[in-house]
């Protein structure tokens, strides 16, 4: 079956460079389109997947189609492609805020699958909620599942809205994830770690510690609780971290992602 990608961004090629490695997916069985020449010219030669620039001729005799585009420019591709999709064709959409009745509507179009992704993808480590519509056939189902299943965890849903609860979490969680990491570092160079001494300390520590919760029997809170000594200094930083706010801040932030989520996918901007 081939598979196409309209738009060749670091989702598609992090998704293509876990593909080709599986046996059911040959790079040539793979079509890319993209507008810009240097990038596909570079998936082509880094996968040898099939690259061209229209995204008509990328979607022809294709099971699945990857919308692996911005929102933005989702009204424009969806102006040319509209009506194009044969019955037995599913869309797979991995663009944030963008709702399956937008997919739907925009697009003519009923076998829709909506994917959100992160970024941790990129090194087979990712984290991906999906759901689809109930016109996706099992034999699309078992190609998405496995593809997804390729770049880390993969959890399909039945609730939409849980795509937009983890856009909150999972999608924009990476960025948390680097923001606290350039303020840990930031902190180290303050405390006269050398610069490079404390890239690899915050690095280390901040993945030692999520392999630590992913391998271990016990929950964060008692893992926190372990290294957390009475009197210690540890305790008198997390007291700072209370003080301060720091789980409303965290919870906040994540309402606010999942809020904006919502407002993008329920805007006019897609249908008009």
């Known amino acids: 079956m081939t598979t196409a990608f309209i738009g060749g961004g670091n989702m598609a090629e992090a998704i293509i460079s876990r593909a080709v490695r599986l046996p059911s997916f040959n790079p040539k069985s793979i079509r890319v389109s993209d507008p810009v020449a240097e990038k596909r010219a570079h998936l082509l030669s880094t996968y040898g997947v099939q690259c061209m620039e229209s995204n008509t001729e990328a979607i022809e005799n294709a099971g699945l189609v990857f919308l692996a585009i911005k929102p933005q420019h989702f009204k424009n591709v969806a102006t040319a492609l509209s009506g194009l999709f044969r019955n037995d064709q599913t869309v797979v959409s991995i663009m944030a805020g963008v709702t399956i009745q937008n997919l739907r509507l925009n697009l003519n179009h009923s076998k829709i699958v909506r994917v959100m992704p992160n970024t941790p993808a990129q090194v087979a480590q990712g984290a991906s909620v999906w759901t689809s519509t109930k016109e996706v056939d099992s034999s699309a189902l078992t190609e998405i599942s496995m593809l997804l299943e390729a770049i880390g965890y993969q959890v399909r849903v039945d609730s939409e809205d849980l795509i937009d609860a983890a856009t909150a979490i999972s999608g924009s969680g990476p960025a948390y994830i680097f923001k606290m990491i350039e303020v840990l570092t930031e902190a180290a160079e303050e405390l006269g770690i050398p610069p490079e001494i404390a890239k690899h300390l915050v690095e280390q520590t901040f993945f030692g510690s999520s392999y630590l919760v992913k391998e271990s029997t016990v929950s964060a809170s008692s893992l926190r609780q372990m290294v ?10 997390l007291e700072i971290l209370d003080q301060r706010g720091f ?20 805007s006019d901007v897609l249908n008009s």
């Open 247 to 266: 789980d409303s801040i965290i919870k906040s932030a994540a309402i606010a992602a999942y809020k904006k989520s919502k407002e993008l996918g329920g």
């Open 228 to 237: 957390t000594s009475k009197g210690g200094t540890t305790e008198k930083a």
